[in-house]
């Protein structure tokens, strides 16, 4: 096996009393969809929140390429390209979709500020091909048609797949995604999975947090099953569902919901 | 921009300059009201001071502090003209550049803060500039310094660009030409930003800071650089009313007007880049024609303030264009 992309050591984050996650270790492989699993509560989230340095962990550390990121700025972590989406419904209000995501685009963008500010050549260049890669992405995830609606005025499904698509245009090598499937019925799930796998054949290393089981399993090259804070499995598909821990912590009790 | 729309920009911009440095100055003549060219020059600088308070509500932070900045930039342009001799000209950008480097070590903790916290310690911050001055020895104390001399010629290889403001037989004439030049220039450099790459991405933080961050944006730089350029533009503004009035004290810039800043600003509207400049116009005249009702000034003027605020929350400028949401 080649030397991960992601390493996760020892992962510990307190909030007074409350251990939220508590020494959570585990890898990701370049390109594959791993999808960290668990009851409300969990820890799911924080656990994404530390990795893309959002929160700064009490103990442990997040290597990225073999590169301590736990404990950078957010914007740092991001620029090195570790991006997360976010579980609430987070986006720009006040913008349409498509200028949220070519104002995503910041990261790739050649020309300095001042540039910018003076309209120089290469600010014009620029903002031509953010431009050109906002339709594309939009495109891809099926936004092409919402494009010049504000982000305010979206539906569920639309306001999951724009911020896909603003995580997208961050160029990340790794993606975190939140919950990606929340909100949408069976058939906009089936189509979110298939993107998420698009997304993944672009060559992005995919992280996901998700309840709905039967959407995990079909995804999940791996799976991650976080109980209380603890990591009390981990494995592919198949050997998850086998498991007796995860069955008596977890998926046993929701037998009816997840429809294993 | 479509060409109709562009060609109205073009207008509207021509119509401005054609009022601001021919209309305005023959009316005068003609009428012989000499004086207003000190109100308007007043009104100029207010708006060049309301426009920086206008960026900071840009990256959603509401900013009550912008007095301390005119009144840095004044003592500023002060000092470097009477203690050390220096030109007025080269004494007003240094005192901008002054207040933009305080602002950043200033704003650095300041601007995590959020809300009702950030506006309350920028309050405070015009009473910490106000003892500031009384304390330090450079600014004089209470006694203030007085006595400035007025610009002078500018004159590059011989040829004199800009004659010594003491050769006008009315000094305020060509004072009245500096504020209106420096406000143009001034709105015009931050229209400008607003529509650049920066200004969208000023947008997307008063939006989501969070989701700013996530895709890159140095979320705590930007927040600076914006309350930087604020800064700076209340400190030219100031400058040049010390120029005007050749003399500063403490008590020339007070939590007073910070408040009228940040009024003016909403009173023109929070989504347009010239909002402050029609802000601070109603608002100057508006207290002055006020004045005739006596002791009933101030309530009547806080009653109308109100009732502006709930009928009309995106400002004067918001019955022009109702439907654009955006400068
Ligand atoms: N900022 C915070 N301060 C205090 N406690 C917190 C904070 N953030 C999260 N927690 C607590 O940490 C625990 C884990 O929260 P987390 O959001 O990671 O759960 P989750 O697995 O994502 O749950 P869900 O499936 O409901 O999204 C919860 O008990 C939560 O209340
Ligand atoms: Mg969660």
Known sequence: ???????????????????????????????????????????????????????????????????????????????????RTFQETTIFKGMTARDSVIVAHHLRSQAS????????????????????SADEILEFLGLDAV???????????????????????????????????????????????????????????????????????KISDRI??????????????????????????????EDETIGL | MTNSRRAGSVAAVAVFLA???????????????????????????????????WLTFYIGRINIGQGAWALVGGYASAVLVTTYGWSFWLSLPVAGLFCALMSMLVGLPILRLRGVYFSMVTLVLTEVARLTALALPITNGARGITS????????????????????????????????AAMMTLCFAGLWRLVHSRLGRLFAAMRQNEELASSMGVNVPLLRVVA????????????????????????????????????????????????????GTLVLYFGWDLLFQTGQYQLLIYSGVMILLMLVLPNGLLSLRWPSRGRP
Do not use: W
């Not at chain 1, 003076?118 to 031509?128: I, L, N, S």
């Not at chain 1, 982000?151 to 990340?172: E, K, M, V």
């Open chain 2, 227 to 278: 309350y930087a350029i604020s800064s700076f533009l209340g400190g030219i503004g100031g400058a040049i009313f010390v120029a005007i009035a050749q003399s500063i004290y403490p008590s020339s810039f007070t939590i007073n007007d910070s408040v009228n800043f940040m009024l003016n600003c909403f009173l023109g509207g929070l989504g347009f880049v010239f909002g402050p400049m029609l």
């Open chain 1, 147 to 217: 494009g010049n609606e504000l982000a305010s005025n979206l539906p569920q499904g639309h306001l999951r797949a724009l911020g896909i698509a603003i995580g997208l245009a961050a160029d990340p090598k790794i993606l975190l995604l939140d919950e990606p499937f929340a909100g949408m019925n069976v058939d906009e799930t089936r189509q979110a999975v298939e993107r998420v796998r698009a997304v993944r054949d672009r060559g992005v290393t995919c992280l996901l947090v998700e309840h709905d089981m039967a959407a995990v399993m």
């Open chain 2, 19 to 53: 009022a601001v440095f021919v209309a305005i100055p023959l009316a005068i003549a003609a009428t012989g009201r000499t004086d207003l060219y000190y109100t308007l020059s007043s009104v100029a600088l207010l708006a060049i001071a309301s426009g920086g308070v």
């Open chain 1, 113 to 132: 500020l001042a540039g910018f500010f003076f309209g120089t050549v290469a600010a014009r260049r620029d903002e031509d091909a953010f431009a050109r």
């Open chain 1, 224 to 253: 991650v099953v976080i109980n209380f804070g603890v990591k009390i499995a981990e494995g592919t598909p198949e050997a998850i569902r086998a498991d007796d821990k995860v069955i008596e912590a977890y998926l046993g009790v």
């Open chain 2, 148 to 179: 400035i001399p007025t610009p002078g010629a500018i004159r590059l290889f011989g040829v004199t660009l800009v004659p010594g403001f003491e050769t006008f037989a009315n000094r305020n004439a060509p004072f009245y030409f500096l504020s």
């Open chain 1, 1 to 83: 096996m080649t030397a991960p992309i992601l390493t996760v050591r020892d992962l510990t984050k307190r909030y007074g009393g409350l251990t939220a996650v508590n020494e959570v270790s585990f890898d990701v492989q370049e390109g594959e969809i791993l999808s960290v699993i668990g009851p409300n509560g969990a820890g799911k989230s924080t656990i994404f929140k530390l990795i893309s340095s959002f929160v700064k962990p009490t103990r442990g550390e997040v290597r990225f390429r073999g590169e301590v990121i736990s404990g950078l700025a957010p914007h740092v972590v991001a620029r090195k390209g570790v991006v």
